[in-house]
């Protein structure tokens, strides 16, 4: 994660404080530069800080937070001048709506880059606020939509759906010989756009699949859901969603005997799950 961080930290600071030509300091008659206090230079960061997916938020910013301590441990200069990184922190608590108007509260901070937001669903609508500002936003998006907008202020720092779901999709036919597949999805932009790439893949590979269903980000319950996959003898479950929703999930699965294994994302290998 400090690494993602550490280079997504340096993409930002060439395409945001970099881009702005800063003089040279003056210098005294005997030739050296007078001493210059340290100029702030922030960088915006949002995730979900509260609520059932704080985990990932907290442990992006810590990410965040360690990378900038080590930049500002090498006296960092931009155009000769001596600057020290701060971090303005926003909660967006993973939702769309509170995500826009937290972007304006990190812009009208003054920031020259953000990084964040964490999820595709809150990524999506706050990359909009950026771009108007011009202002450089590198998330942990992985939904095509959020790329495909054609923002230049738009970029992400891990692999798209495409890649992740298409990999998994040929994964379970190929090497778990799973033939008949159900598909679950809890209807966010990254949990649906993950299922549909894993379900066309699976499919391309040869999978049928026997079930799709469709939950939120906010279940618990997944019984009903899980009575009607039953009955279609899936040998492979797939679930396009976070740990909140698939740790209750695999302990309903076995609650109701179903013994076909369950295949997530990398939102579901967490230490909570």
Do not use: W
Not at 178 to 188: L, M, N
Not at 232 to 249: E, H, M, N, R, W
Not at 257 to 271: N, Q
């Amino acid at each position: 994660m400090k690494t993602v961080v550490a280079s997504a930290l340096a993409l930002t600071l060439v395409l945001g404080a970099c881009s702005k030509k800063q003089e040279e300091p003056a210098t005294t008659s005997s030739g050296s530069a007078p001493e210059v206090a340290a100029r702030v230079v922030k960088i915006g960061f949002s995730a979900p800080l509260t609520g059932p997916q704080s985990h990932y938020g907290k442990g992006y910013q810590n990410g965040v937070q360690l990378a900038l301590d080590d930049a500002n441990a090498l006296a960092p200069k931009i155009g000769g001048e001596p600057v020290r990184f701060e971090l303005v922190v926003e909660d967006d608590m993973a939702d769309p709506k509170t995500a826009t108007q937290v972007a304006q509260r990190v812009l009208d901070n003054g920031v020259v880059g953000v990084i964040g937001h964490f999820n595709s669903g809150t990524s999506i609508p706050a990359s909009k606020v950026y771009s108007d500002a011009g202002i450089p936003q590198i998330a942990m998006a992985t939904a095509q939509a959020f790329t495909q907008q054609g923002f230049k202020t738009t970029f992400r720092s891990m692999t798209s759906d495409t890649q992740q779901g298409s990999v998994m999709g040929r994964f379970v036919v190929e090497k778990l010989a799973a033939k008949r597949i159900a598909v679950i999805d809890d209807r966010t932009a990254y949990g649906q756009g993950l299922a549909d790439e894993f379900e066309k893949a699976a499919r391309a590979a040869g999978g049928t699949l026997v079930a799709r269903e469709f939950t939120t980000d906010k279940a618990t319950d997944f019984m009903s859901i899980l009575t009607r996959i039953k009955s279609k003898q899936a040998d492979v479950i797939f679930y396009g969603g976070t740990d909140a929703q698939s740790g209750p999930l695999v302990k309903q699965l076995k609650q109701i005997g179903i013994k076909a294994p369950l295949v997530s994302g990398e939102m579901t290998r967490s230490d909570t799950f």
